[in-house]
Structure formats: structure tokens, C-alpha cells
């Protein structure tokens, strides 16, 4: 078989983009191959959705326990502050007790010492592109992580033998309702794309919630979709609980009150493996302390004594830790060494007045390394070099029930920025590309 040339190779991927794109008005960076993670890390991310998922059950017991009164009752207040209470009395609802996310998407930035997990997202885009990419480079002879229809068949996976799978995107998400349309067109007639206007749901149905739980008063169809779930009519996910949509999760995984239960619900080498590779978090509760108290780590007894820290110290990420329509994408994230002390400042105190009812989290910021990619340039028919920075993607479906529930790897996406970016996401000027080993 002859050898395509990278332009050959690049201009076959171009050609393969559907005709009504993958992206509303968005376009990207076309590399001739795949990104290469190597052997180790590849298979570090092949395993890593068994540990991601024994979080998100632990969470769920952490946060029932909470509720019930056995303990932690702090957590509650933390997790349901600023929520509607009718949102609240969802989750905590008992048919939706032990249902957790069956898509789980980790945002992981590869860095010198390894990789950080910088946040979970439980209602991820990119399902369908990451197939497109899978089954594109894969045709082309590359060896996708997942194969070349691992994120098809993943998804497929969720929704059982459901009669028929809506997947309702919200105009929120709207942007992503390219790659959901061509993803159920590849799925075949049981899957509909369907807005929020539809109600048209029979028992035996699957939907996929493509809409953020912020977003309630834009999605009609969401009041009719919860009942049924609730009645067990339809089969719905990921499920509506706001618990799973917080970056303060990360926060109470290194609350040092909660060790003995992350220890006993993950097991020692989950519990090990988790706190190495997601980044010290606190959450930013303005609440003072006591006058001889101070933050673990941060040798600061107030939080506003953040304003004073010098650049060098700031090196941080600020973010809304959810329900807000800043908790997705890089809206809301701030990096504290790339901002002057004027702008710091008003952030800081920004995340504190906000405390009542949209909480933030503090992180340490773990710089991306530079990993090398290239792009080939179709005006100029050139292929250029490109010194990046990477945040890469798995994508984990959990299929069956309770606890013989598994999670498998359907394929795993790299976003590669110019390495002058400081927060990495998708971007016109960025590499969007799938993983082999």
C-alpha cells in the first residue's frame, strides 16, 4: 500500500469533515497524525475511568450521607448552596439515588511531572468529533486509543436496549448540535437529535441530557423529561443531580475531615492515585478563622490575603466551581500569574462576595509542558511545526447496572494550543487531533 505524504494525509482529513461541519462556526487546526502519548500514559488513561468512577460513587455516598444526617453535614451546605430548592429535592429524590454520569470526560494537561487532572465534566461535548476523528485517522491506518468506532459504540452502550434515544441539546450546547446530529446519523434511526421544545417521549425511551442544569428555564421539555426519569418511564442520562457538575468535588477530595472516608469508599491505591494527580483545591468559604488558623499550604488566615501575594505566588486558577453559566468552557477561569494585581483583585473579591450563591474554588496551577505538533496550512500548502501545549481528553462510558457497572475507553482527544496560550480549550488557531500510543 503506498505511503501517504502528510499533505496527502491532511488533505483526506479535510475532505472527511461532514458538510454541515462537526462545530457551529468554529474550525480548527488539521494535523496529518494523530498525537502520540506513548505506551505508559496511554495505558495509565486506559485504567483511569475504573478510578474516576469509584470517585463519582463516593461522592454519591458522601453527599447522601450528608444529607441523612450521618456526618458531613457541611458538605451539603457547600454543594446545594446557591441551587433552587425544587433542583435540590431532584437530586435527593430516591429513584435517582444511586444514578450516576455514564459519560465521564476528565480534563487532563499534561505537565514536567506527569499529568493533572484540572476537572470531571459529566456533560461533555466532543463525543461526536472525537468519533469523526477516531474513525478518520483510523481509516487512514492509525491506531486510535478506543479503535476507530470505540466512541460510537461507548455511547451506544449507555442508553441499553432503550426503544428509542433522544439526545436533547439545549441552544446552550447549541454549538455542539453538528457533532450530536452526525454522531446519531452513524448510530442509525433509534437515535434522535431532538431541541427542547419536544415532549414526545414513550416509556422505554433513553434521553441524553445535553444541557447544563443552570440552564433549566431555556430547556421547556426539562420538567416532562425529570418526571418520567423519575418514574422510571425513561431511561436518563447523566442524571439530574448538580453534585456532579461541581469543581468544589475536587475541593473536599483534599479536605483533610474527609481523608479517613475517601480512604475507606476508594480504597488506598484509588485514593493515592487521585490525590497525585488533581491539583491541592480549597474551597473559598469567606467564613474567617480563627486568629492562630491558617489554609493548609497557603500560610494565609484569610482569604482576601490572596490580593497580596506577589506574581510569582499567584500561580493559581480561580474558577466558579459551577451551576453558572461561567462553569463551562474557559468562561470564568482566571490564572492569577498572568493577571495584573488590580484585575487579581477583583477577582478575589468577585469569588468571595459570591460565596452565598455561586462558590469558587482555588487551584494550583500546574503548567503544561511543551510537547511538539504540526498543522498543515492549505492556503500556502505548507506544514508547519508547532510547539504546544496539550490538554487531553478520555472519554469513559459506563455501561450495566449498580455495581457491576464498568466504565471503558472510547477514544481520547488532544487539544493542542500555541504554547504562548495559558488556559488551553478549542480554538481556531488550535490542533484538535485524536490519541494513539
Same mark, same amino acid.
Given at each position: 500500500?503506498?505511503?501517504?505524504?502528510?499533505?496527502? +494525509?491532511?488533505?483526506? !482529513?479535510? $475532505?472527511?469533515?461532514?458538510?454541515?461541519?462537526?462545530?457551529? #462556526?468554529?474550525?480548527?487546526?488539521?494535523?496529518?497524525?494523530? %498525537?502520540?502519548?506513548?505506551?505508559?500514559?496511554?495505558?495509565?488513561?486506559?485504567?483511569?475511568?475504573?478510578?474516576?468512577?469509584?470517585?463519582?460513587?463516593?461522592?454519591?455516598? /458522601?453527599?447522601?450521607? =450528608?444529607?441523612?444526617? +450521618?456526618?458531613?453535614?457541611?458538605?451539603?451546605?457547600?454543594?446545594? &448552596?446557591?441551587?433552587?430548592?425544587?433542583?435540590?429535592?431532584?437530586?435527593?429524590?430516591?429513584?435517582?439515588?444511586?444514578?450516576?454520569?455514564?459519560?465521564?470526560?476528565? $480534563?487532563?494537561?499534561?505537565?514536567?511531572?506527569?499529568?493533572?487532572?484540572?476537572?470531571?465534566? =459529566?456533560?461533555?461535548?466532543?463525543? #461526536?468529533?472525537?468519533?469523526?476523528?477516531?474513525?478518520?485517522?483510523?481509516? /487512514?491506518?492509525?491506531? !486510535?486509543?478506543?479503535?476507530?468506532?470505540?466512541?460510537?459504540?461507548? %455511547?451506544?452502550?449507555?442508553?441499553?436496549?432503550?426503544?428509542?434515544?433522544?439526545?436533547?441539546?439545549?441552544?446552550?450546547?447549541?454549538?455542539?448540535?453538528?457533532?450530536? !446530529?452526525?454522531?446519531?446519523?452513524?448510530?442509525?434511526?433509534?437515535?434522535?437529535? +431532538?431541541?427542547?421544545?419536544?415532549?414526545?417521549?414513550?416509556?422505554?425511551?433513553?434521553?441524553?441530557?445535553?444541557?447544563?442544569?443552570?440552564?433549566?428555564?431555556?430547556?421547556?421539555?426539562?420538567?416532562?423529561? %425529570?418526571?418520567?426519569?423519575?418514574?422510571?418511564?425513561? +431511561?436518563?442520562?447523566?442524571?439530574?443531580?448538580?453534585?456532579?457538575?461541581?469543581?468544589?468535588?475536587?475541593? /473536599?477530595?483534599?479536605?483533610?475531615?474527609?481523608?479517613?472516608?475517601?480512604?475507606?469508599?476508594?480504597?488506598?491505591?484509588?485514593?493515592?492515585?487521585?490525590?497525585?494527580? !488533581?491539583?491541592?483545591?480549597?474551597?473559598?468559604?469567606?467564613?474567617?478563622?480563627?486568629?492562630?488558623?491558617?489554609?493548609?499550604?497557603?500560610?494565609?488566615?484569610?482569604? =482576601?490575603?490572596?490580593?497580596?501575594?506577589?506574581?510569582?505566588?499567584?500561580?493559581?486558577?480561580?474558577?466558579?466551581?459551577?451551576?453558572?453559566?461561567?462553569?463551562?468552557?474557559?468562561?470564568?477561569?482566571?490564572?492569577?500569574?498572568?493577571?495584573?494585581?488590580?484585575?487579581?483583585?477583583?477577582?478575589?473579591?468577585?469569588?468571595?462576595?459570591?460565596?452565598?450563591?455561586?462558590?469558587?474554588?482555588?487551584?494550583?496551577?500546574?503548567?503544561?509542558?511543551?510537547?511538539?505538533?504540526?498543522?498543515?496550512?492549505?492556503?500556502?500548502?505548507?506544514?508547519?511545526?508547532?510547539?504546544?501545549?496539550? &490538554?487531553?481528553?478520555?472519554?469513559?462510558?459506563?455501561?450495566?447496572?449498580?455495581?457491576?457497572?464498568?466504565?471503558?475507553?472510547?477514544?481520547? /482527544?488532544?487539544?493542542?494550543?500555541?504554547?504562548?496560550?495559558?488556559?488551553?480549550?478549542?480554538?481556531?488557531?488550535?490542533?484538535?487531533?485524536?490519541?494513539?500510543?
Amino acid at each position: 500500500m503506498d505511503v501517504l505524504t502528510p499533505a496527502a +494525509r491532511a488533505r483526506q !482529513v479535510r $475532505d472527511s469533515l461532514p458538510p454541515d461541519g462537526l462545530f457551529s #462556526g468554529h474550525e480548527w487546526r488539521i494535523s496529518p497524525h494523530p %498525537f502520540a502519548l506513548g505506551a505508559e500514559l496511554a495505558g495509565e488513561f486506559e485504567s483511569l475511568g475504573r478510578v474516576l468512577l469509584q470517585f463519582y460513587r463516593a461522592v454519591n455516598q /458522601l453527599y447522601r450521607r =450528608s444529607v441523612e444526617g +450521618r456526618g458531613w453535614g457541611w458538605v451539603t451546605d457547600i454543594l446545594d &448552596r446557591g441551587k433552587p430548592p425544587e433542583l435540590v429535592a431532584l437530586q435527593r429524590d430516591q429513584a435517582f439515588r444511586n444514578e450516576l454520569p455514564r459519560v465521564i470526560r476528565p $480534563d487532563i494537561l499534561l505537565t514536567e511531572g506527569g499529568y493533572a487532572i484540572s476537572e470531571l465534566d =459529566s456533560v461533555p461535548g466532543g463525543v #461526536g468529533l472525537t468519533q469523526w476523528l477516531n474513525q478518520t485517522y483510523g481509516l /487512514l491506518g492509525d491506531a !486510535v486509543l478506543g479503535g476507530v468506532n470505540g466512541m460510537r459504540d461507548g %455511547f451506544a452502550s449507555i442508553h441499553g436496549d432503550a426503544t428509542t434515544v433522544h439526545l436533547v441539546v439545549s441552544e446552550e450546547s447549541g454549538s455542539y448540535r453538528p457533532e450530536m !446530529v452526525w454522531l446519531a446519523a452513524q448510530l442509525g434511526d433509534r437515535f434522535r437529535v +431532538r431541541d427542547t421544545r419536544y415532549l414526545d417521549f414513550a416509556p422505554g425511551d433513553s434521553i441524553y441530557r445535553f444541557f447544563e442544569l443552570f440552564d433549566l428555564a431555556q430547556v421547556p421539555s426539562s420538567s416532562r423529561i %425529570f418526571e418520567l426519569a423519575a418514574r422510571k418511564q425513561v +431511561r436518563l442520562t447523566p442524571p439530574p443531580k448538580m453534585i456532579f457538575e461541581e469543581k468544589s468535588l475536587f475541593g /473536599l477530595l483534599w479536605n483533610r475531615n474527609l481523608k479517613d472516608f475517601w480512604r475507606q469508599e476508594l480504597g488506598e491505591a484509588f485514593f493515592a492515585r487521585l490525590l497525585k494527580v !488533581v491539583p491541592r483545591t480549597w474551597i473559598l468559604d469567606p467564613e474567617p478563622l480563627p486568629p492562630h488558623a491558617a489554609y493548609p499550604e497557603m500560610d494565609l488566615t484569610d482569604w =482576601s490575603q490572596l490580593k497580596g501575594l506577589s506574581q510569582r505566588d499567584r500561580s493559581l486558577i480561580l474558577k466558579i466551581s459551577g451551576y453558572s453559566e461561567l462553569a463551562w468552557g474557559a468562561r470564568g477561569v482566571h490564572l492569577g500569574s498572568d493577571m495584573s494585581v488590580a484585575d487579581w483583585s477583583t477577582v478575589v473579591d468577585q469569588a468571595l462576595a459570591s460565596w452565598p450563591h455561586s462558590p469558587y474554588v482555588l487551584q494550583r496551577y500546574h503548567k503544561p509542558r511543551l510537547v511538539k505538533t504540526e498543522w498543515y496550512d492549505f492556503a500556502t500548502d505548507t506544514l508547519h511545526p508547532m510547539a504546544a501545549r496539550a &490538554r487531553i481528553c478520555p472519554y469513559y462510558f459506563v455501561s450495566g447496572e449498580g455495581d457491576s457497572a464498568r466504565p471503558k475507553c472510547g477514544g481520547v /482527544l488532544a487539544t493542542l494550543c500555541p504554547a504562548d496560550k495559558k488556559i488551553i480549550h478549542g480554538m481556531t488557531d488550535a490542533v484538535l487531533a485524536p490519541c494513539i500510543a
